[in-house]
Structure formats: C-alpha cells, structure tokens
C-alpha cells in the first residue's frame, strides 16, 4: 500500500497564478484533510471533507478550493496565488472518529514558493 | 490560549539516552485523543504513537511512551535508548471529541530533537 500519496512534490509559481494538488489515499479513509504548514508553527488545517462529495471549511480556508470527488482523492486548488500561500502542504486522511482508530496519516508534503 | 503548549524548542541528547519532551494541553472535553508525531527533515509527518483520554494505562509503541497525566494535562513523550535516526522535529497534537463532526487535530509549535553520537 502507498498510503497517502501527493502530486507534485515542489512547485514554484507567479503571484496569479492557478494550480491543483492533488492527494490519493489507498486505505479506504473516509475523511480526508488539507494542512499548510509555516516556519516555527505546526500545521494548520485548510480545507476538509467527511466523505465523497462533501468538503468543509478548516482553520484557514480563504483563497483556497477543494474537490472530493472521489473517495480515494482530495483536491486542493489556488485560483490566484498569492506569496503568503508559500507554504508546506500536507494532505492526511483517517477513518470517522467515532471508530476506535482515528489517527490522522500524512503524505510526503508538495513544497509550494509564490513569487 | 493556545491548546497545545511545547515549551521546548529545541532538545538535544547523547545517544543511547532517553529524552522526554514535554507536551501540555488546554481542552474542556471530557473525550479527546492526543498523538505523536515525528517530522525528520525529508518533510514527511510521521505518526508515532497515541492515547486517548479514557485510557488508564500510558501508551507504549517501542521505544516511544507517552507519559499522561491527565490531572495537570501534560502528555509527554518519552524516546528511550535514542538513536541518531530519532534526530527530527516533533508534534504534540490533540483531538478534541466529536465537535464539528470531524476530528479536528489541533498542532503544538514543535520541539527540534538533536541526537548526538
């Protein structure tokens, strides 16, 4: 198993413009999250969603988009890019937390610089 | 407030040693979930170890042991027997209960372990 997977892994963009990361979980996690992390701080929660379908607003929602459109896969767009989205994003994903093991499981991380 | 306090910056131990890392947290909650997580400097966050609240006895993965103490909210890492490869920033993270129909894991700031021979 791959676990949780994120495209690209580094990615460097011109304030304006748009991307898409894209993050794909094999472990059949029904809930699946977007984070940025910032230097000196922990992670911070973007976006998530409960299920196909379904996304919600996290911590720090504003400029950003997400997609779930399938289970395994969770979306995560800028429309215009700004240089304080510079950041570490990390996708993770867990089971419901009413099931005994909700542990959150991250992927690799996509380093994103906005010029 | 913050929810999550890790009041170290920065650790460092000999090799072979054990270290703790301190973790203190601020919830209401009577249900919450607290993790471990171990962030080498590839950049993966790497899950270590967890406890809910209701367990009575600490939870134990390896070399990794949380010490929880619920009455003074602190819930400590300990790493026995350090080895270089545990030289890595790490996260105290909390889950509070069912609000908001997820479960919303909340970050401490991080402490950076060195590990030296």
């Known amino acids: 198993n791959a676990g949780v997977t994120q495209t690209p892994k580094f990615r460097v963009l011109k304030t304006g413009q748009s991307m898409t990361l894209l993050c794909a979980q094999d472990?059949?996690?029904?809930?699946m999250y977007w984070y940025r992390q910032d230097p000196g701080m922990g992670l911070r929660l973007i976006h998530y969603?409960?299920?196909?379908?379904?996304?919600a607003k996290g911590e720090v929602p504003d400029g950003y988009n997400v997609s779930r459109l399938k289970k395994q896969n969770f979306l995560l767009g800028l429309e215009s890019a700004a240089p304080s989205q510079t950041s570490v994003y990390f996708c993770?994903?867990?089971?419901?937390?009413?099931?005994?093991?909700?542990?959150?499981?991250f992927g690799p991380g996509t380093r994103l610089t906005v010029l | 407030a913050q929810k999550i306090t890790q009041t170290q910056p920065g650790m460092f131990v000999q090799e072979k040693e054990a270290v703790t890392l301190d973790c203190t947290y601020d919830?209401?909650?009577?249900?919450?979930?607290l993790f471990w997580y171990k962030q080498p400097s590839s950049g993966e966050m790497i899950f270590l170890i967890y406890q809910g609240s209701y367990d009575e006895q600490n939870a134990t993965e390896g070399r990794y042991s949380l010490n929880f103490q619920k009455a003074r909210k602190s819930a400590n890492l300990v790493i026995s027997a350090s080895q270089l490869g545990d030289s890595a920033m790490y996260f105290c993270a909390m889950r509070e209960g069912l609000s908001g129909g997820y479960n919303k894991l909340i970050f401490g700031a991080g402490t950076r372990l060195a590990v030296h021979p």
């Open positions: 919830t209401s909650d009577q249900s919450y979930g």
């Open positions: 969603s409960v299920g196909e379908g379904t996304t």
């Open positions: 993770a994903s867990s089971y419901p937390p009413d099931r005994e093991t909700d542990t959150q499981y």
């Open positions: 472990m059949n996690h029904e809930y």
